[in-house]
C-alpha cells in the first residue's frame, strides 16, 4: 500500500473544468479506498470481472484518470503497454512506484486534453471511477468515444448515484435523501464524488455518443451496506466470494456501489456503409 507520508495535506480547489482532482488528498484517497476492506473488494471483483467483460489481447492500454496506477499495474502485467494520463503529480508519483520495471508511458493531464495528448485512436481505454469527479461527465463521455478506435473497447467504472441514495437510507441520513442533496461539494477532503451517476445516464450518453453497452456489472455489491464493516480475514474471503458470483446478476449489480460497463465503438458507421 501507498504511505501516507508521500503527500501533502491541504485544500484541494476544482480545476477550471469544475473537475477535482487529488494533490493534497493523496494519502486520504490511499488509506481510505485502498487501505481497506473495500478498497481489497473492489480490486479483487475487477481482477473476476475484467478478463471477462473485456476481449483482451496484448494491445496499447490508454489508462484515464489513472490514479495510483492499480488498473494500469494490472494490464501491464498481462502484456499490455500501457499510457497513464492523471492530472494530480502527487498521484503520478505513486504510480510510476506501481508500474516500476513495466512499459509505461506518464501523461500528467486531465480527460479533456486527450484528444490532443493521447489521440490514439486506442483499442482498448480504462477510465474508472473518474467521471463522478468530473464537473461535465456528459462531455466526459464523448471525448472517451472520440479517442477509441472503430472496434475499440472502453472499460468505464462510475460511482453509482442510486447506491448512494440507497447507502444514505441505511444509514439514517433521511433528510439528506429527501433533499436530494447526495453529491459532494468537491472543496472539503471528504471523498463524496461531486456527480455521481445513474445508469439511466450512462445508457443516454452511450447512444448519444454512437457507443454499445456490451456488458455491465456491479462492484461492491454487498460489502457498503453491511452493518458490521470490520471483518476478519475468514469472512473477507466469504464476501468477496459473494460479491463475485453476484456482481453480474440482477438486482444485485443495480446496487454495486459502483457500475462497470465495457462499451464498444461499432467498427463501422452508418456512413461508412
Partial sequence: M?????FTRQSVPLSVHGDRHFDGLGDKFANSLYGSARGEIRLAVLDHLLPRMLRLQVQPMLDVGAGLGHMSAWFAE???PVTLAEPSAEMLVEARRA???HSATFLQAPLQALPEQAPGPWELVVCHAVLEWLGDPRAAMGTLAELLSPGGQLSLMVFNRDALRFSNVVKGNLDKVLADRLAGTGKRRRLTPISPLTHEEIVAWSAEYG???AAVAGVRV??????EHQLDDESLVKLIELERRYCTTEPYWRLGRYLLYTLTKPATTPESR
Avoid at 2 to 6: E, L, T
Avoid at 222 to 227: G, N, P, T, V
Fill in 2 to 6: 501507498v504511505a501516507s507520508s508521500h
Fill in 78 to 80: 498481462r502484456g499490455h
Fill in 99 to 101: 508500474l516500476a520495471g
Fill in 211 to 213: 457507443l454499445d453497452i
Fill in 222 to 227: 454487498f460489502h457498503d451496506y453491511l452493518r
